[in-house]
Structure formats: C-alpha cells, structure tokens
C-alpha cells in the first residue's frame, strides 16, 4: 500500500465521527448467513470500520479483523464495545499480510476494491491459503457496470470484479452463489444508492 493510499483512506475515515460505510453489515453478507459456519473462526479482508467482522462476531465467531488504517480501526473497537463482541484486530496491509494456512471456516472480502490486478492476485492467493478445507470463502464487489452509476468503488474499470474473474480465481471451489445484480444499496455515504454488484461464496474442497 502505498503511502498516498494510505494517506487518503485516514483522511477519509477522519472526515467524520461517523461510519462512512455505515454500521450495519453488508447486504450480500447477510444473506449469505445460511451458508456461514456456526462456530469457528473468521477473517474480515479489510474491514475497515469493523461493520463486517463485528457483525460475524456477534454470531459467534472469533473474528480476525484485518485493515491498515489505524483510524478505522479504533472506530471498529468503539462498534465492537458497543455489540459486547472483542474481534482480534490487527493492523496491517491485506497485500502482503502472511496469511496463515488453514486457519479460517470464513474468509470474507467486502469492497476491498481498492487492488489493482497484482495486488489482487496477491490477495486472493493469501485467502485462499487462509481458508480450511471445507471453509468458505465469501466475496462482494462492483462490477464494471458501476462506472455509468457512481455511486461508491473505484473510478478504475481494471479493480472492479467480473463473473469470469471470479470464477477464473475461484472456479476451482465449489461455488455455492455466484450473483450479480443492480440494488439500491445503503451502506453509509460511501455506498449509497443504484449499483452494480457481485457476490460469490465458493467452499473450499476438503
């Protein structure tokens, strides 16, 4: 991560005492709760403000949550404290983070858009190391189709996610929902209105 990026995201996160992405969890998460484990534990890829892995905490994970921006994640503790959950956070660069082997029944990826196509080949490789043999892994993100919306992601048509990306990365799992839609999103102000997603959870073999 380069020391702009890391500069504009403090920034971002400082504008406001409020959660730019809200405090709830993201929509395509939620829905998914069915095929989240019941117990173990879990990794939050970027979290930000902790909305994501406060949430899997409360349902009874031990939760990983994984960032770099130390503003965000002092307003993900104060969200965690508020929900009486304790999430394990640690500050560093999802890139190059060594992710640990099998480690995790849930790895989750929300909006982390921020990657370009090396970094996110380097990302994903780390997940999929993270996650146990039958752990599941679970991924939301734009799709080119954003850039004619403008209503959150990136401005970069090469970070945005793609069926066939997708299932080129992934495509060896065995992939439970793979869905790409237009919703009316509201997610703080950094994710509001009509936009142009995709959601995968893929298992992983084993």
Not at 21 to 47: I, S, T
Not at 186 to 200: K, T
Request: aromatic share 10%.
């Amino acid at each position: 991560m380069s020391t702009a990026d890391f500069d504009r995201w403090q920034t971002r996160f400082s504008a406001t005492d409020g959660y730019v992405f809200g405090e709830a969890p993201n929509h395509f998460l939620v829905a998914c709760a069915d095929l989240l484990p019941a117990a173990g534990r879990a990794l939050a890829v970027a979290d930000g403000e902790g909305r994501n892995g406060v949430w899997l905490a409360t349902r009874g994970l031990a939760v990983v949550s994984l960032d770099f921006s130390p503003v965000a994640q002092a307003k993900a503790r104060r969200l965690a404290a508020r929900h009486g959950v304790a999430p394990e956070f640690i500050e560093a660069d999802v890139h190059v983070w060594d992710y640990p082997e099998a480690a995790f029944d849930a790895v989750v990826e929300v909006f982390t858009q921020f990657s370009a196509p090396p970094q996110r080949a380097q990302k994903w490789a780390g997940m999929r190391r993270a996650v146990k043999p039958g752990g599941v892994l679970i991924v939301q993100g734009y799709t080119p189709r954003q850039l004619a919306h403008g209503t959150g992601g990136p401005r970069v048509e090469a970070n945005l996610y793609t069926e066939p990306m997708l299932r080129d990365a992934f495509g060896d799992w065995v992939i439970e929902r793979l869905v790409e839609e237009e919703v009316e999103m509201s997610e703080g102000e950094g994710h509001a209105g009509l936009s142009a997603v995709i959601g995968l959870v893929a298992r992983k073999p084993g």
